[in-house]
T-cell receptor
Framework: NAGVMQNPRHLVRRRGQEARLRCSPV?????VYWYRQLPEEGLKFMVY????????ESGMPKERFSAEFPKEGPSILRIQQVVRGDSAAYFC??????????????FGEGSWLTVV | KQEVTQIPAALSVPEGENLVLNCSFT??????LQWFRQDPGKGLTSLLL?????REQTSGRLNASLDKSSGRSTLYIAASQPGDSATYLC???????????FGEGTQLTVNP
């Protein structure tokens, strides 16, 4: 998957705990996207970030979820006070600085969150 | 609001068969369309990317077509193999750099 690294790959949290998912994009990519895949459903867009900026967070639940992509370090998707309905696969993707014609988008292998 | 639909939801074929997966989208004002493959427990691998100005793209045994005006794309897989078994996802991008909107996928099983 062209170098998008996500960790942890699998995470188990009890209801009410916090989950932090990390994503390191392909080297040189400054655009990061987070998607969620609920069981038996398709991928749904959550948030689009560039370095230090949130560009589009229209797919992110208003409460308990936040995302950041700092100047240094990976992008973080944070879920506070997790509930069972947060159990899903969370995918990170990255694209080059300029998403030119023909540039594809690269996905990580996902972080599987299970809330018990 | 863009909606992407994939038909069929699941498909099981014998090895060697040629097959077609279908994707439709409601808003024809797209920037590009991509087909991805997803294996169980894995991420997505991009198979083919078709720009809005293009009609088709080919890679090996795969051929994807795009009819933007009718809001349709097809993925043609020739001489299918068991290793092709996976979920195939179609996604559209409406502007450069914007989000992808995905269909729910077609789960393909190729039987030896």
């Amino acid at each position: 998957n062209a170098g998008v690294m996500q960790n942890p790959r699998h995470l188990v949290r009890r209801r009410g705990q916090e989950a932090r998912l990390r994503c390191s994009p392909v080297k040189g990519h400054s655009h990061v996207y987070w998607y969620r895949q609920l069981p038996e459903e398709g991928l749904k867009f959550m948030v689009y970030l560039q370095k230090e900026n949130i560009i589009d967070e229209s797919g992110m639940p208003k409460e308990r979820f936040s995302a950041e992509f700092p100047k240094e370090g990976p992008s973080i998707l944070r879920i506070q006070q997790v509930v069972r309905g947060d159990s899903a696969a969370y995918f990170c993707a990255s694209s080059p600085t300029t998403f030119r014609s023909g540039n594809t988008i690269y996905f990580g292998e996902g972080s599987w969150l299970t809330v018990v | 609001k863009q909606e992407v639909t994939q038909i069929p939801a699941a498909l099981s074929v014998p090895e060697g068969e040629n097959l077609v997966l279908n994707c439709s989208f409601t808003d024809s004002a797209i920037y590009n369309l991509q087909w991805f493959r997803q294996d169980p427990g894995k991420g997505l691998t991009s198979l083919l990317l078709i720009q809005s100005s293009q009609r088709e793209q080919t890679s090996g045994r795969l051929n994807a077509s795009l009819d933007k005006s009718s809001g349709r794309s097809t993925l043609y897989i020739a001489a299918s193999q068991p290793g092709d078994s996976a979920t195939y996802l179609c996604a559209v991008q409406e502007t450069s750099g914007s989000r992808l909107t995905f269909g729910e996928g077609t789960q393909l099983t190729v039987n030896p």
